[in-house]
């Protein structure tokens, strides 16, 4: 119930393409959901967050949709550049979730992302 | 703002050494910290909780007295790997949560990690 599960593990687009990565979770009281960037030899770096009183939010060329009841929430990456080509994870963290500690982060298995020149 | 540090970057000791490895918060007060670990081309691992002034709280599985976690102020907090041998070869990352400010609620923010070779 604590597992956070994500697709794909790994992704290429092409410059410009609109890459998708999707995340599902069980625990209902799961209420922060974060998205990180990760480069090679880097530490995970926040780019977009967002709880479950809104279906969608944006920042830049990142945007996050969320599905409360299908328990579902992706990332989407508008106008993606080469730059952009990293590890992304999607997490989930609740303040009563499930025992946890208050507001420990849950991962999910990371996307590999390629975008192409 | 946000910023965490960790140091050393990279370091390499020999099988038996203990190392100590430094995660500070920068420009915010960290009332918690998380201890992680990576494997490569996988996912964030939490090795431990740690409170400023209290005793850490470690993840089933891994060992208290092998993986120290010292959080003696709001700005630092400290992993020492005990008598390491090379299974414990990784690349440990530190997070930093605040109250105020940048870092309140939820957001965690990363340090860059460091890279530990035991040879």
């Known amino acids: 119930q604590q597992q956070v599960k994500q697709s794909p593990q790994s992704l290429i687009v092409q410059k410009g393409g609109i890459p998708i990565i999707n995340c599902a979770y069980e625990n209902t009281a799961f209420d922060y959901f974060p998205w990180y960037q990760q480069f090679p030899g880097k530490g995970p770096a926040l780019l977009i967050a967002i709880r479950p009183d809104v279906s969608e939010k944006k920042e830049g060329r990142f945007t996050i949709s969320f599905n409360k009841s299908a328990k579902q929430f992706s990332l989407h990456i508008m106008d993606s550049q080469p730059g952009d080509s990293a590890t992304y994870f999607c997490a989930a963290a609740g303040e009563n979730a499930g025992g946890t500690s208050y507001g420990k982060l849950t991962f999910g298995q990371g996307t590999i992302l390629t975008v192409h020149p | 703002g946000a910023v965490v540090s960790q140091h050393p970057s990279r370091v390499i000791c020999k099988s038996g050494t203990s190392v100590k490895i430094e995660c500070r918060s920068l420009?915010?007060?960290?009332?918690?910290m998380f201890w992680y670990r990576q494997f490569p081309k996988k996912s964030l691992m939490l090795m431990a909780t740690s409170n400023e002034g209290s005793k850490a709280t470690y993840e089933q599985g891994v060992e208290k007295d092998k993986f120290l976690i010292n959080h003696a102020s709001l700005t630092l907090s400290t992993l020492t790997v005990t008598s390491a041998h090379p299974e414990d070869s990784s690349f440990y990352i530190c997070?930093?949560?605040?109250?105020?400010?940048?870092?309140?609620?939820?957001?965690?923010?990363f340090g860059p990690g460091t890279r530990l070779t035991v040879t």
């Open positions: 420009d915010f007060q960290a009332t918690t």
């Open positions: 997070s930093a949560r605040g109250l105020a400010g940048r870092g309140r609620g939820y957001e965690q923010y």
